[in-house]
């Protein structure tokens, strides 16, 4: 059996559908269609599975080598390219079975041999999340909303990946950077920014080890605003209110 898996990008889930079912979704949209400009492409390939409910339990129990996506869930879309078994077309992942459905794979993004990186985020006003992303510099691009810039200030080896032209083009500030040793503010990030391992002997970036993630998840914990006084800039903590806490 030859297939395809669709499963929601979060950042694109602007009317938050990931995981409800299909007739939750259909409500909510006002849409039989389920939206594929939502959806990224996150494997395709061969599998030896009799049927759906075997896809299920494979992308459940038994990922194929090299799959990066999450377990298969409600809200998955399901393609069955070559069957001799089950109907080719798109299934929805509903909370009971599969659901046959129209959808436009052409307007989904495709990830598959991307390479996705698991990286700190962090948006202004709200508190960090961890995030899947594509290694390539137009996910890193999308997800700092413009042209990337790195900056490492810190004896880890991670990264700082930002929006280079975030103060030049007056972005709202976001956190800023403090000396290891001397506690000094020496830096401020503008707008959404993303913290990532960086290997010194690797060009490339790479998903960030637990323990750093917590590290710096902790370290940059809260959104801050700033203030002048005595010349100086100063910033202080600010706890996002709840309606703007990740869920």
Do not use: W
């Amino acid at each position: 059996m030859k297939i395809n898996i669709y499963q929601i990008n979060h950042d694109r889930d602007d009317k938050r559908l990931m995981f409800f079912g299909l007739d939750e979704v259909q409500k909510l949209t006002g849409s039989k269609m389920v939206k594929a400009e939502i959806y990224d492409k996150i494997f395709s390939g061969d599998v030896d599975c009799p049927s759906l409910e075997g896809i299920f339990h494979k992308f459940n129990y038994d990922h194929p080598e090299g799959y990066t996506g999450r377990s298969l869930s409600v809200s998955d879309v399901v393609e069955i390219v070559e069957s001799n078994n089950t109907e080719k077309g798109f299934y929805y992942c509903d909370s009971f079975g599969f659901k046959k459905i129209s959808f436009e794979p052409e307007k989904a993004q495709d990830t598959v041999g991307k390479n996705p990186i698991t990286v700190l985020y962090f948006q202004v006003g709200k508190l960090p999340k961890t995030v899947s992303i594509n290694s390539s510099l137009e996910a890193m691009q999308q997800l700092v909303g413009g042209y990337i810039e790195e900056y490492m200030p810190f004896e880890d080896e991670v990264a700082i990946i930002c929006n280079e032209e975030g103060k030049v083009n007056r972005l709202p500030l976001n956190r800023a950077v403090y000396d290891e040793h001397s506690k000094e503010m020496i830096e401020i990030i503008a707008d959404d920014f993303f913290i990532a391992y960086a290997p010194i002997e690797l060009e490339t970036f790479k998903s960030l080890p637990k323990d750093l993630e917590k590290k710096y998840s902790e370290k940059f914990k809260y959104p801050e605003r700033f203030y002048k006084q005595n010349g100086q800039i100063k910033a202080y903590p600010v706890k996002p209110k709840e309606h703007d806490v990740e869920r």
